[in-house]
């Protein structure tokens, strides 16, 4: 793909950046996480001259976002407060503040619901201008067009606020934002209009539904698939902003395919993601931090565990996947396929050692299993019994050795108080069980459909004794607040040794970007996008601890050889190699720092500028 040569510095004197996201503000899924880790590096090279565009929805906004007061709004001279200031008079209801993320960036957040009064000729134009029809039961839709209105409202009315040759451009990420753009082109409002999407909505269905995805692409019938789906509307608009904008981009080369057959339009930019690094820097402290938080996974292994049977926890390394629940588009079904072969490989080979390897998605469960709570409570009762033994025998050990003779060590035992000794073995005997430990810590609405817990069954891992790879399955995310863990996502991550993500479909996937940026090396596979630009930009990935699984043109059960190669010759590091690795990983997480990567976004701004 071509790009102009013009630098970032020069788009950003003559020109403001609007960049609008249904996330802004608004936490829904991974685009977030994109918009959100930008920040810093789009207000570093456009300052003053950016601005993000979101829906107002108060409840998710209350926590992150600091509006302006109407002094303050007054006072302001930029030209955004100025497009706003016209709005308020005009009787919309628009918010313009801070979001509170790292950069601070100038935000305007506009109520969708104000002209709900209006869907009927809104919706109305979208059909007879653009052939978009829209159903009359579906709120997101219907949220999603309200906020496309007014959106094509406020860069009208502030592209008339500018002076030349002062320019906008308006970046719009995804069709739920994507719906401004068709009535921007159509009323020829002098924006230079930027459409991104991250994953095309049919696409993703399509990889769900077919095993063949990849293979079936070129002889798609997008219309008739979207009505089988029934997202003909989200898919229309989709390629309305396609169509409409002046520079269309994606996020890695893997959706440059889709687009073209599913869109019908050839990317003009391959747009890669990144994270802001800085804040996962640890001033040297990672494997220190590493330590930290894998003792607190020791905490969790202990309680699921011994309660049934023990092993050595320094000679047992944590494996974990997470993301969204799609069984096969994430590769949970190859990382399981990979896993069962691992454990006999490990079984027949009579080294030492254990893996445990962590599924945390999100699915619908009704509470945490009793018992897995319960063996919680009851190892953090046998921790509380033994600092008190500990403490009463220190005390009466110096005690003896300051007023003894003898210099050989006491009977430490006796130190003990009989009321100790019996809670001691009370709760020990409460604790201990011959049952097997649990492969799910949750009790799922519908446990026999789920396709992990099928997997485990069938392949019969289910924890036994004997199994090298243990089983832990954790339907929610990971939180402070989770009696189990009682920590961060992050802080999960860094206290693991391996991250597995080998996706059948995942048009960037920042989750093994995160293991990195966190010095944790990571599998992803080069059906990824992630993956797909390592292979194509950093050399020696494999050394820096990123591990391509191909799965392109591969089948299924060579693509989990692979993956058991991978896992196996990892398993046969010993603790000085992952160490030297880890350190490798943490080196290399600056070349996916937004402020490498925010050129790619520069070149196609510079190239909408030229286009119009």
Known sequence: ???????????????????????????????????????????????????????????????????????QLTLLSDPFAGAVRQMRQMGYDVQYGVWLVTGRPRTVLINPFQVYGHLGSIKSDLWHHHGIPTPDNDDLLHQVEAFGHLAKIFIEILTAEVVPPRRVIAHFHEWMTGVAIPDLRRDQVPAHIVFTTHATLLGRYLAMNDPNFYEHLMQVDWLAEARHFNIETAVSIERAAAHGSHVFTTVSELTVRECIYLLDRFPDAVLPNGLNIERFVALHEFQNLHKQYKDKINEFVMAHFFQSYSFDLDNTL?????????????????????????????????????????????????????????????????????????????????????????HRLPDLSAMVDDYWRLRYRRTLQSWKTNALPSIITHNLIDDQNDDILNFMRRANLLNYQHDRVKMVYHPDFVSPTSPLFGMEYGQFVRGCHLGVFPSYYEPWGYTPLECIARGVPAITSDLSGFGDYVMQHVQDHEDKGIYVVHRQERSFHEAAEELTDMLWNFVLQNRRERIAQRNRVENSSELFDWKNLRVYYDRAYALALERF
């Open 1 to 71: 793909m071509q790009y102009p040569t013009r630098t970032s510095n020069a788009i950003a004197l003559d020109a403001l950046l609007v960049e609008s996201a249904w996330e802004v503000c608004n936490q829904v899924g991974g685009i977030y996480t994109v918009i959100r880790s930008k920040v810093p590096a789009a207000v570093q090279g456009w300052g003053d001259r950016y601005c993000l565009l979101g829906p107002y929805f108060p409840q998710q906004a209350q926590s992150e976002f600091e509006p302006f007061d109407d002094i």
């Open 318 to 406: 944590y494996l974990f996947t997470s993301g969204r629940y799609e069984y096969h588009n994430k590769g949970f079904d190859l990382t399981l396929e990979a896993l069962a072969r691992l454990n006999y490989r490990l079984q027949q080979s009579g080294l030492e050692g254990n893996v445990v390897m962590f599924f945390i998605t999100k699915r619908p469960f009704t509470s945490i299993n009793p018992l897995v709570l319960q063996n919680r409570a009851i190892l953090d009762e046998v921790r509380e019994t033994c600092e008190a033994i500990q403490e009463q025998v220190g005390e009466r050990l110096f005690y003896a050795a300051a007023a003894g003779t003898d």
